[in-house]
């Protein structure tokens, strides 16, 4: 059972328009999401996270948005550059459980940013 | 680069056979993950070390065993290959043993069980 989902197996946006990425969780323990993007033959990348008492974290031209109620949250890049093409994987830990038992990450979105 | 070595890059072997997956993490970090990302799949947690100790454990199958070694570099075994074991195989690190922070990722050991 996926405790956290991407819906979106892939994406493509206009360079220079926004990207969202979206991503279900169905776990209510979960208090900690974050953002990785991985490129081809490379290791994921830390791109942003929010703890669950915020709502929006901003940095740079990247900023998360968690909906507790709805267990829904989005990456939106604004403005999408064509360096921002990659898988982006969404992961959540259990912060207040001291997050022992490792990051659960969904299956990633593959965004494309066109020319 | 993110400080994490894994070794070997690419790795290829046939059923029934036993590897050996090996992980140094980035400096001063005392936390090593093993994760499995197959086809179509996300990452999957298979198992976390701390500081020699292990952690916690996630869905990692029997014929697979990780240890962490005093100076905390960390290796996976995979034993009784079965074709479904292929996979990207990534280690991560970070410097606290709670998985709410950062990881740090290495490039992955790509293993192929033919």
């Known amino acids: 059972d996926q405790q956290v989902k991407q819906n979106s197996p892939s994406l493509s946006v206009q360079e220079g328009r926004i990207s969202i990425l979206n991503c279900d969780y169905t776990n209510s323990m979960f208090d900690y999401f974050l953002w990785y993007k991985k490129y081809p033959a490379e290791g994921p990348t830390f791109l942003i996270s929010?703890?669950?008492?915020?709502d929006k974290n901003e940095d740079g031209r990247f900023t998360v948005f968690l909906n507790k109620s709805a267990k829904h949250l989005s990456l939106h890049i604004v403005p999408s550059q064509p360096g921002d093409s990659a898988v982006y994987f969404c992961?959540?830990?259990?912060?207040?459980?001291?997050?022992?038992?490792?990051?659960?990450f969904g299956k990633g979105t593959h965004l494309i940013i066109q020319p | 680069d993110s400080g994490v070595t894994q070794t070997p890059k690419h790795l290829i072997t046939a059923t029934g056979q036993r590897v050996t997956l090996r992980c140094s993490p980035r400096?001063?970090?005392?936390?090593v993950y093993w994760y499995q990302q197959s086809l179509d799949q996300g990452l999957q947690f298979l198992i976390q070390?701390?500081?020699?100790?292990?952690?916690a454990k996630g869905n990692i199958l029997e014929r697979f065993s990780a240890q962490q070694f005093p100076d905390l570099h960390s290796e996976l075994n995979l034993s009784s290959l079965e074709l479904g074991d292929s996979a990207l195989y990534f280690c991560?690190?970070?410097?606290?043993?709670?998985?709410?922070?950062?990881?740090?990722f290495g490039e992955g050991s790509r293993l192929t069980v033919l």
């Open positions: 991560a690190s970070s410097v606290s043993g709670g998985a709410f922070g950062e990881l740090f």
């Open positions: 400096s001063g970090d005392l936390s």
């Open positions: 992961a959540a830990s259990e912060l207040s459980g001291g997050g022992a038992d490792g990051l659960t």
């Open positions: 070390y701390y500081n020699g100790e292990e952690r």
């Open positions: 929010i703890s669950s008492i915020k």
